[in-house]
């Protein structure tokens, strides 16, 4: 919650405990999978572990896949359920159970987990990284270990690499050099058709592409968000929630939206920029209610900063990759007014530069 005095009960509340236990054991980063559903009795192969990863699965405590566990530890407690949540393993993941399965649980709930992690894993945790099930089988355990470990990049110097032509000669290409760089959230970007340009389009049509490539029939509260945020889009492009000191080069009179895919998501879990960033995401889900449509809502989030100038535009960094860059304002609001002073570079403790890092397809 941005606001503590706002908070909720959730059906988490009774696994916290459980789950900041299970990931205590000297582990820098966390691997973790969401699988609610009441008849699951199996999970993907884990990634493998190392000394610094700890791999969790949320499931449902009723589900055969945790009744078949219970079962096999021949457990002597009154309770097994609560003694050993937290304790046993399931082709290399670490099972938490909770009282519910996703059939009964709010959008709510099953968003928090996915997108607001902080509050479940041990306080020694640097980088949490949620992955869907179905995409689990498709990454290398070496993938998923650069991704943690290098989702923050080291200052870079300029580079030269002369690149062979088909007619035998070479075209020299310098790339510059570049700043240490701190993901406060790495994601990888929608892989869209070449022919389609999300930025020239309508959000609406944007979000249909999205909903169709992943198997979603839009609701009713889906097409009522598709609509607002075209009306925003409108307002932007009229200039009637322009920031003050965007000039039109920055907006470019477009919504800026940048698209990602929540198949996975790496969370930096220590900075408070990081923090704000995933709690107006998840409000802004929680508000709409639209399970598996979390990039419609990323999206959103994302264009509204840029707007009012928490966020710079994306710089791409060599190739395929890109950093869309946190900016502070300027001193003072006469400065800005004036255009004596534009937004600068926010930076964390060791100066690192702070970013959202976008993942391109390979």
């Known amino acids: 919650c941005t606001t503590p005095e706002l908070c909720t009960p959730s059906v988490f509340d009774k696994v916290i405990r459980v789950s900041k236990h299970a990931t205590n054991s000297g582990c820098q980063f966390v691997v973790y999978m969401i699988s609610l559903l009441s008849d699951d009795d199996n999970l993907p192969n884990a990634p493998a572990l190392s000394d610094d990863l700890c791999i969790v699965a949320f499931v449902a405590n009723k589900s055969p896949l945790v009744q078949n566990a219970i079962k096999s530890e021949k457990s002597e407690h009154s309770d097994p359920l609560l003694s050993l949540n937290g304790k046993i393993q399931k082709n290399g993941w670490t099972l938490i159970w909770i009282d519910e399965d996703s059939s009964f649980m709010n959008e709510d709930a099953y968003a928090l987990l996915k997108l607001s992690p902080h509050t479940f894993f041990a306080p020694e945790v640097v980088k949490a990284m949620f992955i869907e099930a179905n995409k689990i089988g498709a990454m290398s355990t070496a993938a998923i270990l650069s991704m943690l470990k290098y989702a923050d990049t080291r200052y870079m110097p300029e580079k030269e690499w002369w690149k062979p032509l088909p007619d035998g000669t070479k075209q020299q290409i310098v790339y510059p050099a570049e700043p240490a760089r701190r993901s406060i959230l790495f994601a990888p970007a929608f892989n869209f058709a070449p022919d389609f340009n999300p930025h020239m389009t309508s959000v609406t049509s944007v979000a249909t592409v999205i909903a169709e490539k992943k198997g979603i029939k839009p609701s009713p509260s889906q097409l009522l968000q598709n609509k607002f945020y075209d009306h925003a889009s409108h307002l932007v492009r009229s200039q009637e929630l322009r920031s003050v000191y965007a000039s039109d080069e920055e907006i470019e009179k477009i919504f800026p939206t940048q698209w990602i895919d ?8 220590k900075l408070e920029e990081s923090r ?81 890092r976008f993942a391109g397809e390979k």
């Open 276 to 356: 704000q960033l995933r709690c107006e995401w998840y409000s802004e889900q929680a508000f709409w209610k639209n399970s598996d449509m979390e990039d419609l809502s990323f999206a959103f989030v994302l264009a509204k900063r840029r707007v009012i100038g928490q966020h710079g535009f994306p710089t791409p960094i060599r190739e395929r990759e890109e950093f869309t860059p946190l900016l502070v304002e300027p001193a003072t609001q006469e400065d800005m007014v004036l255009g004596l002073a534009t937004a600068k570079h926010a930076t964390d403790q060791e100066g690192y530069q702070l970013y959202i």
């Open 262 to 269: 929540s198949k996975w998501i790496v969370h930096e879990l």
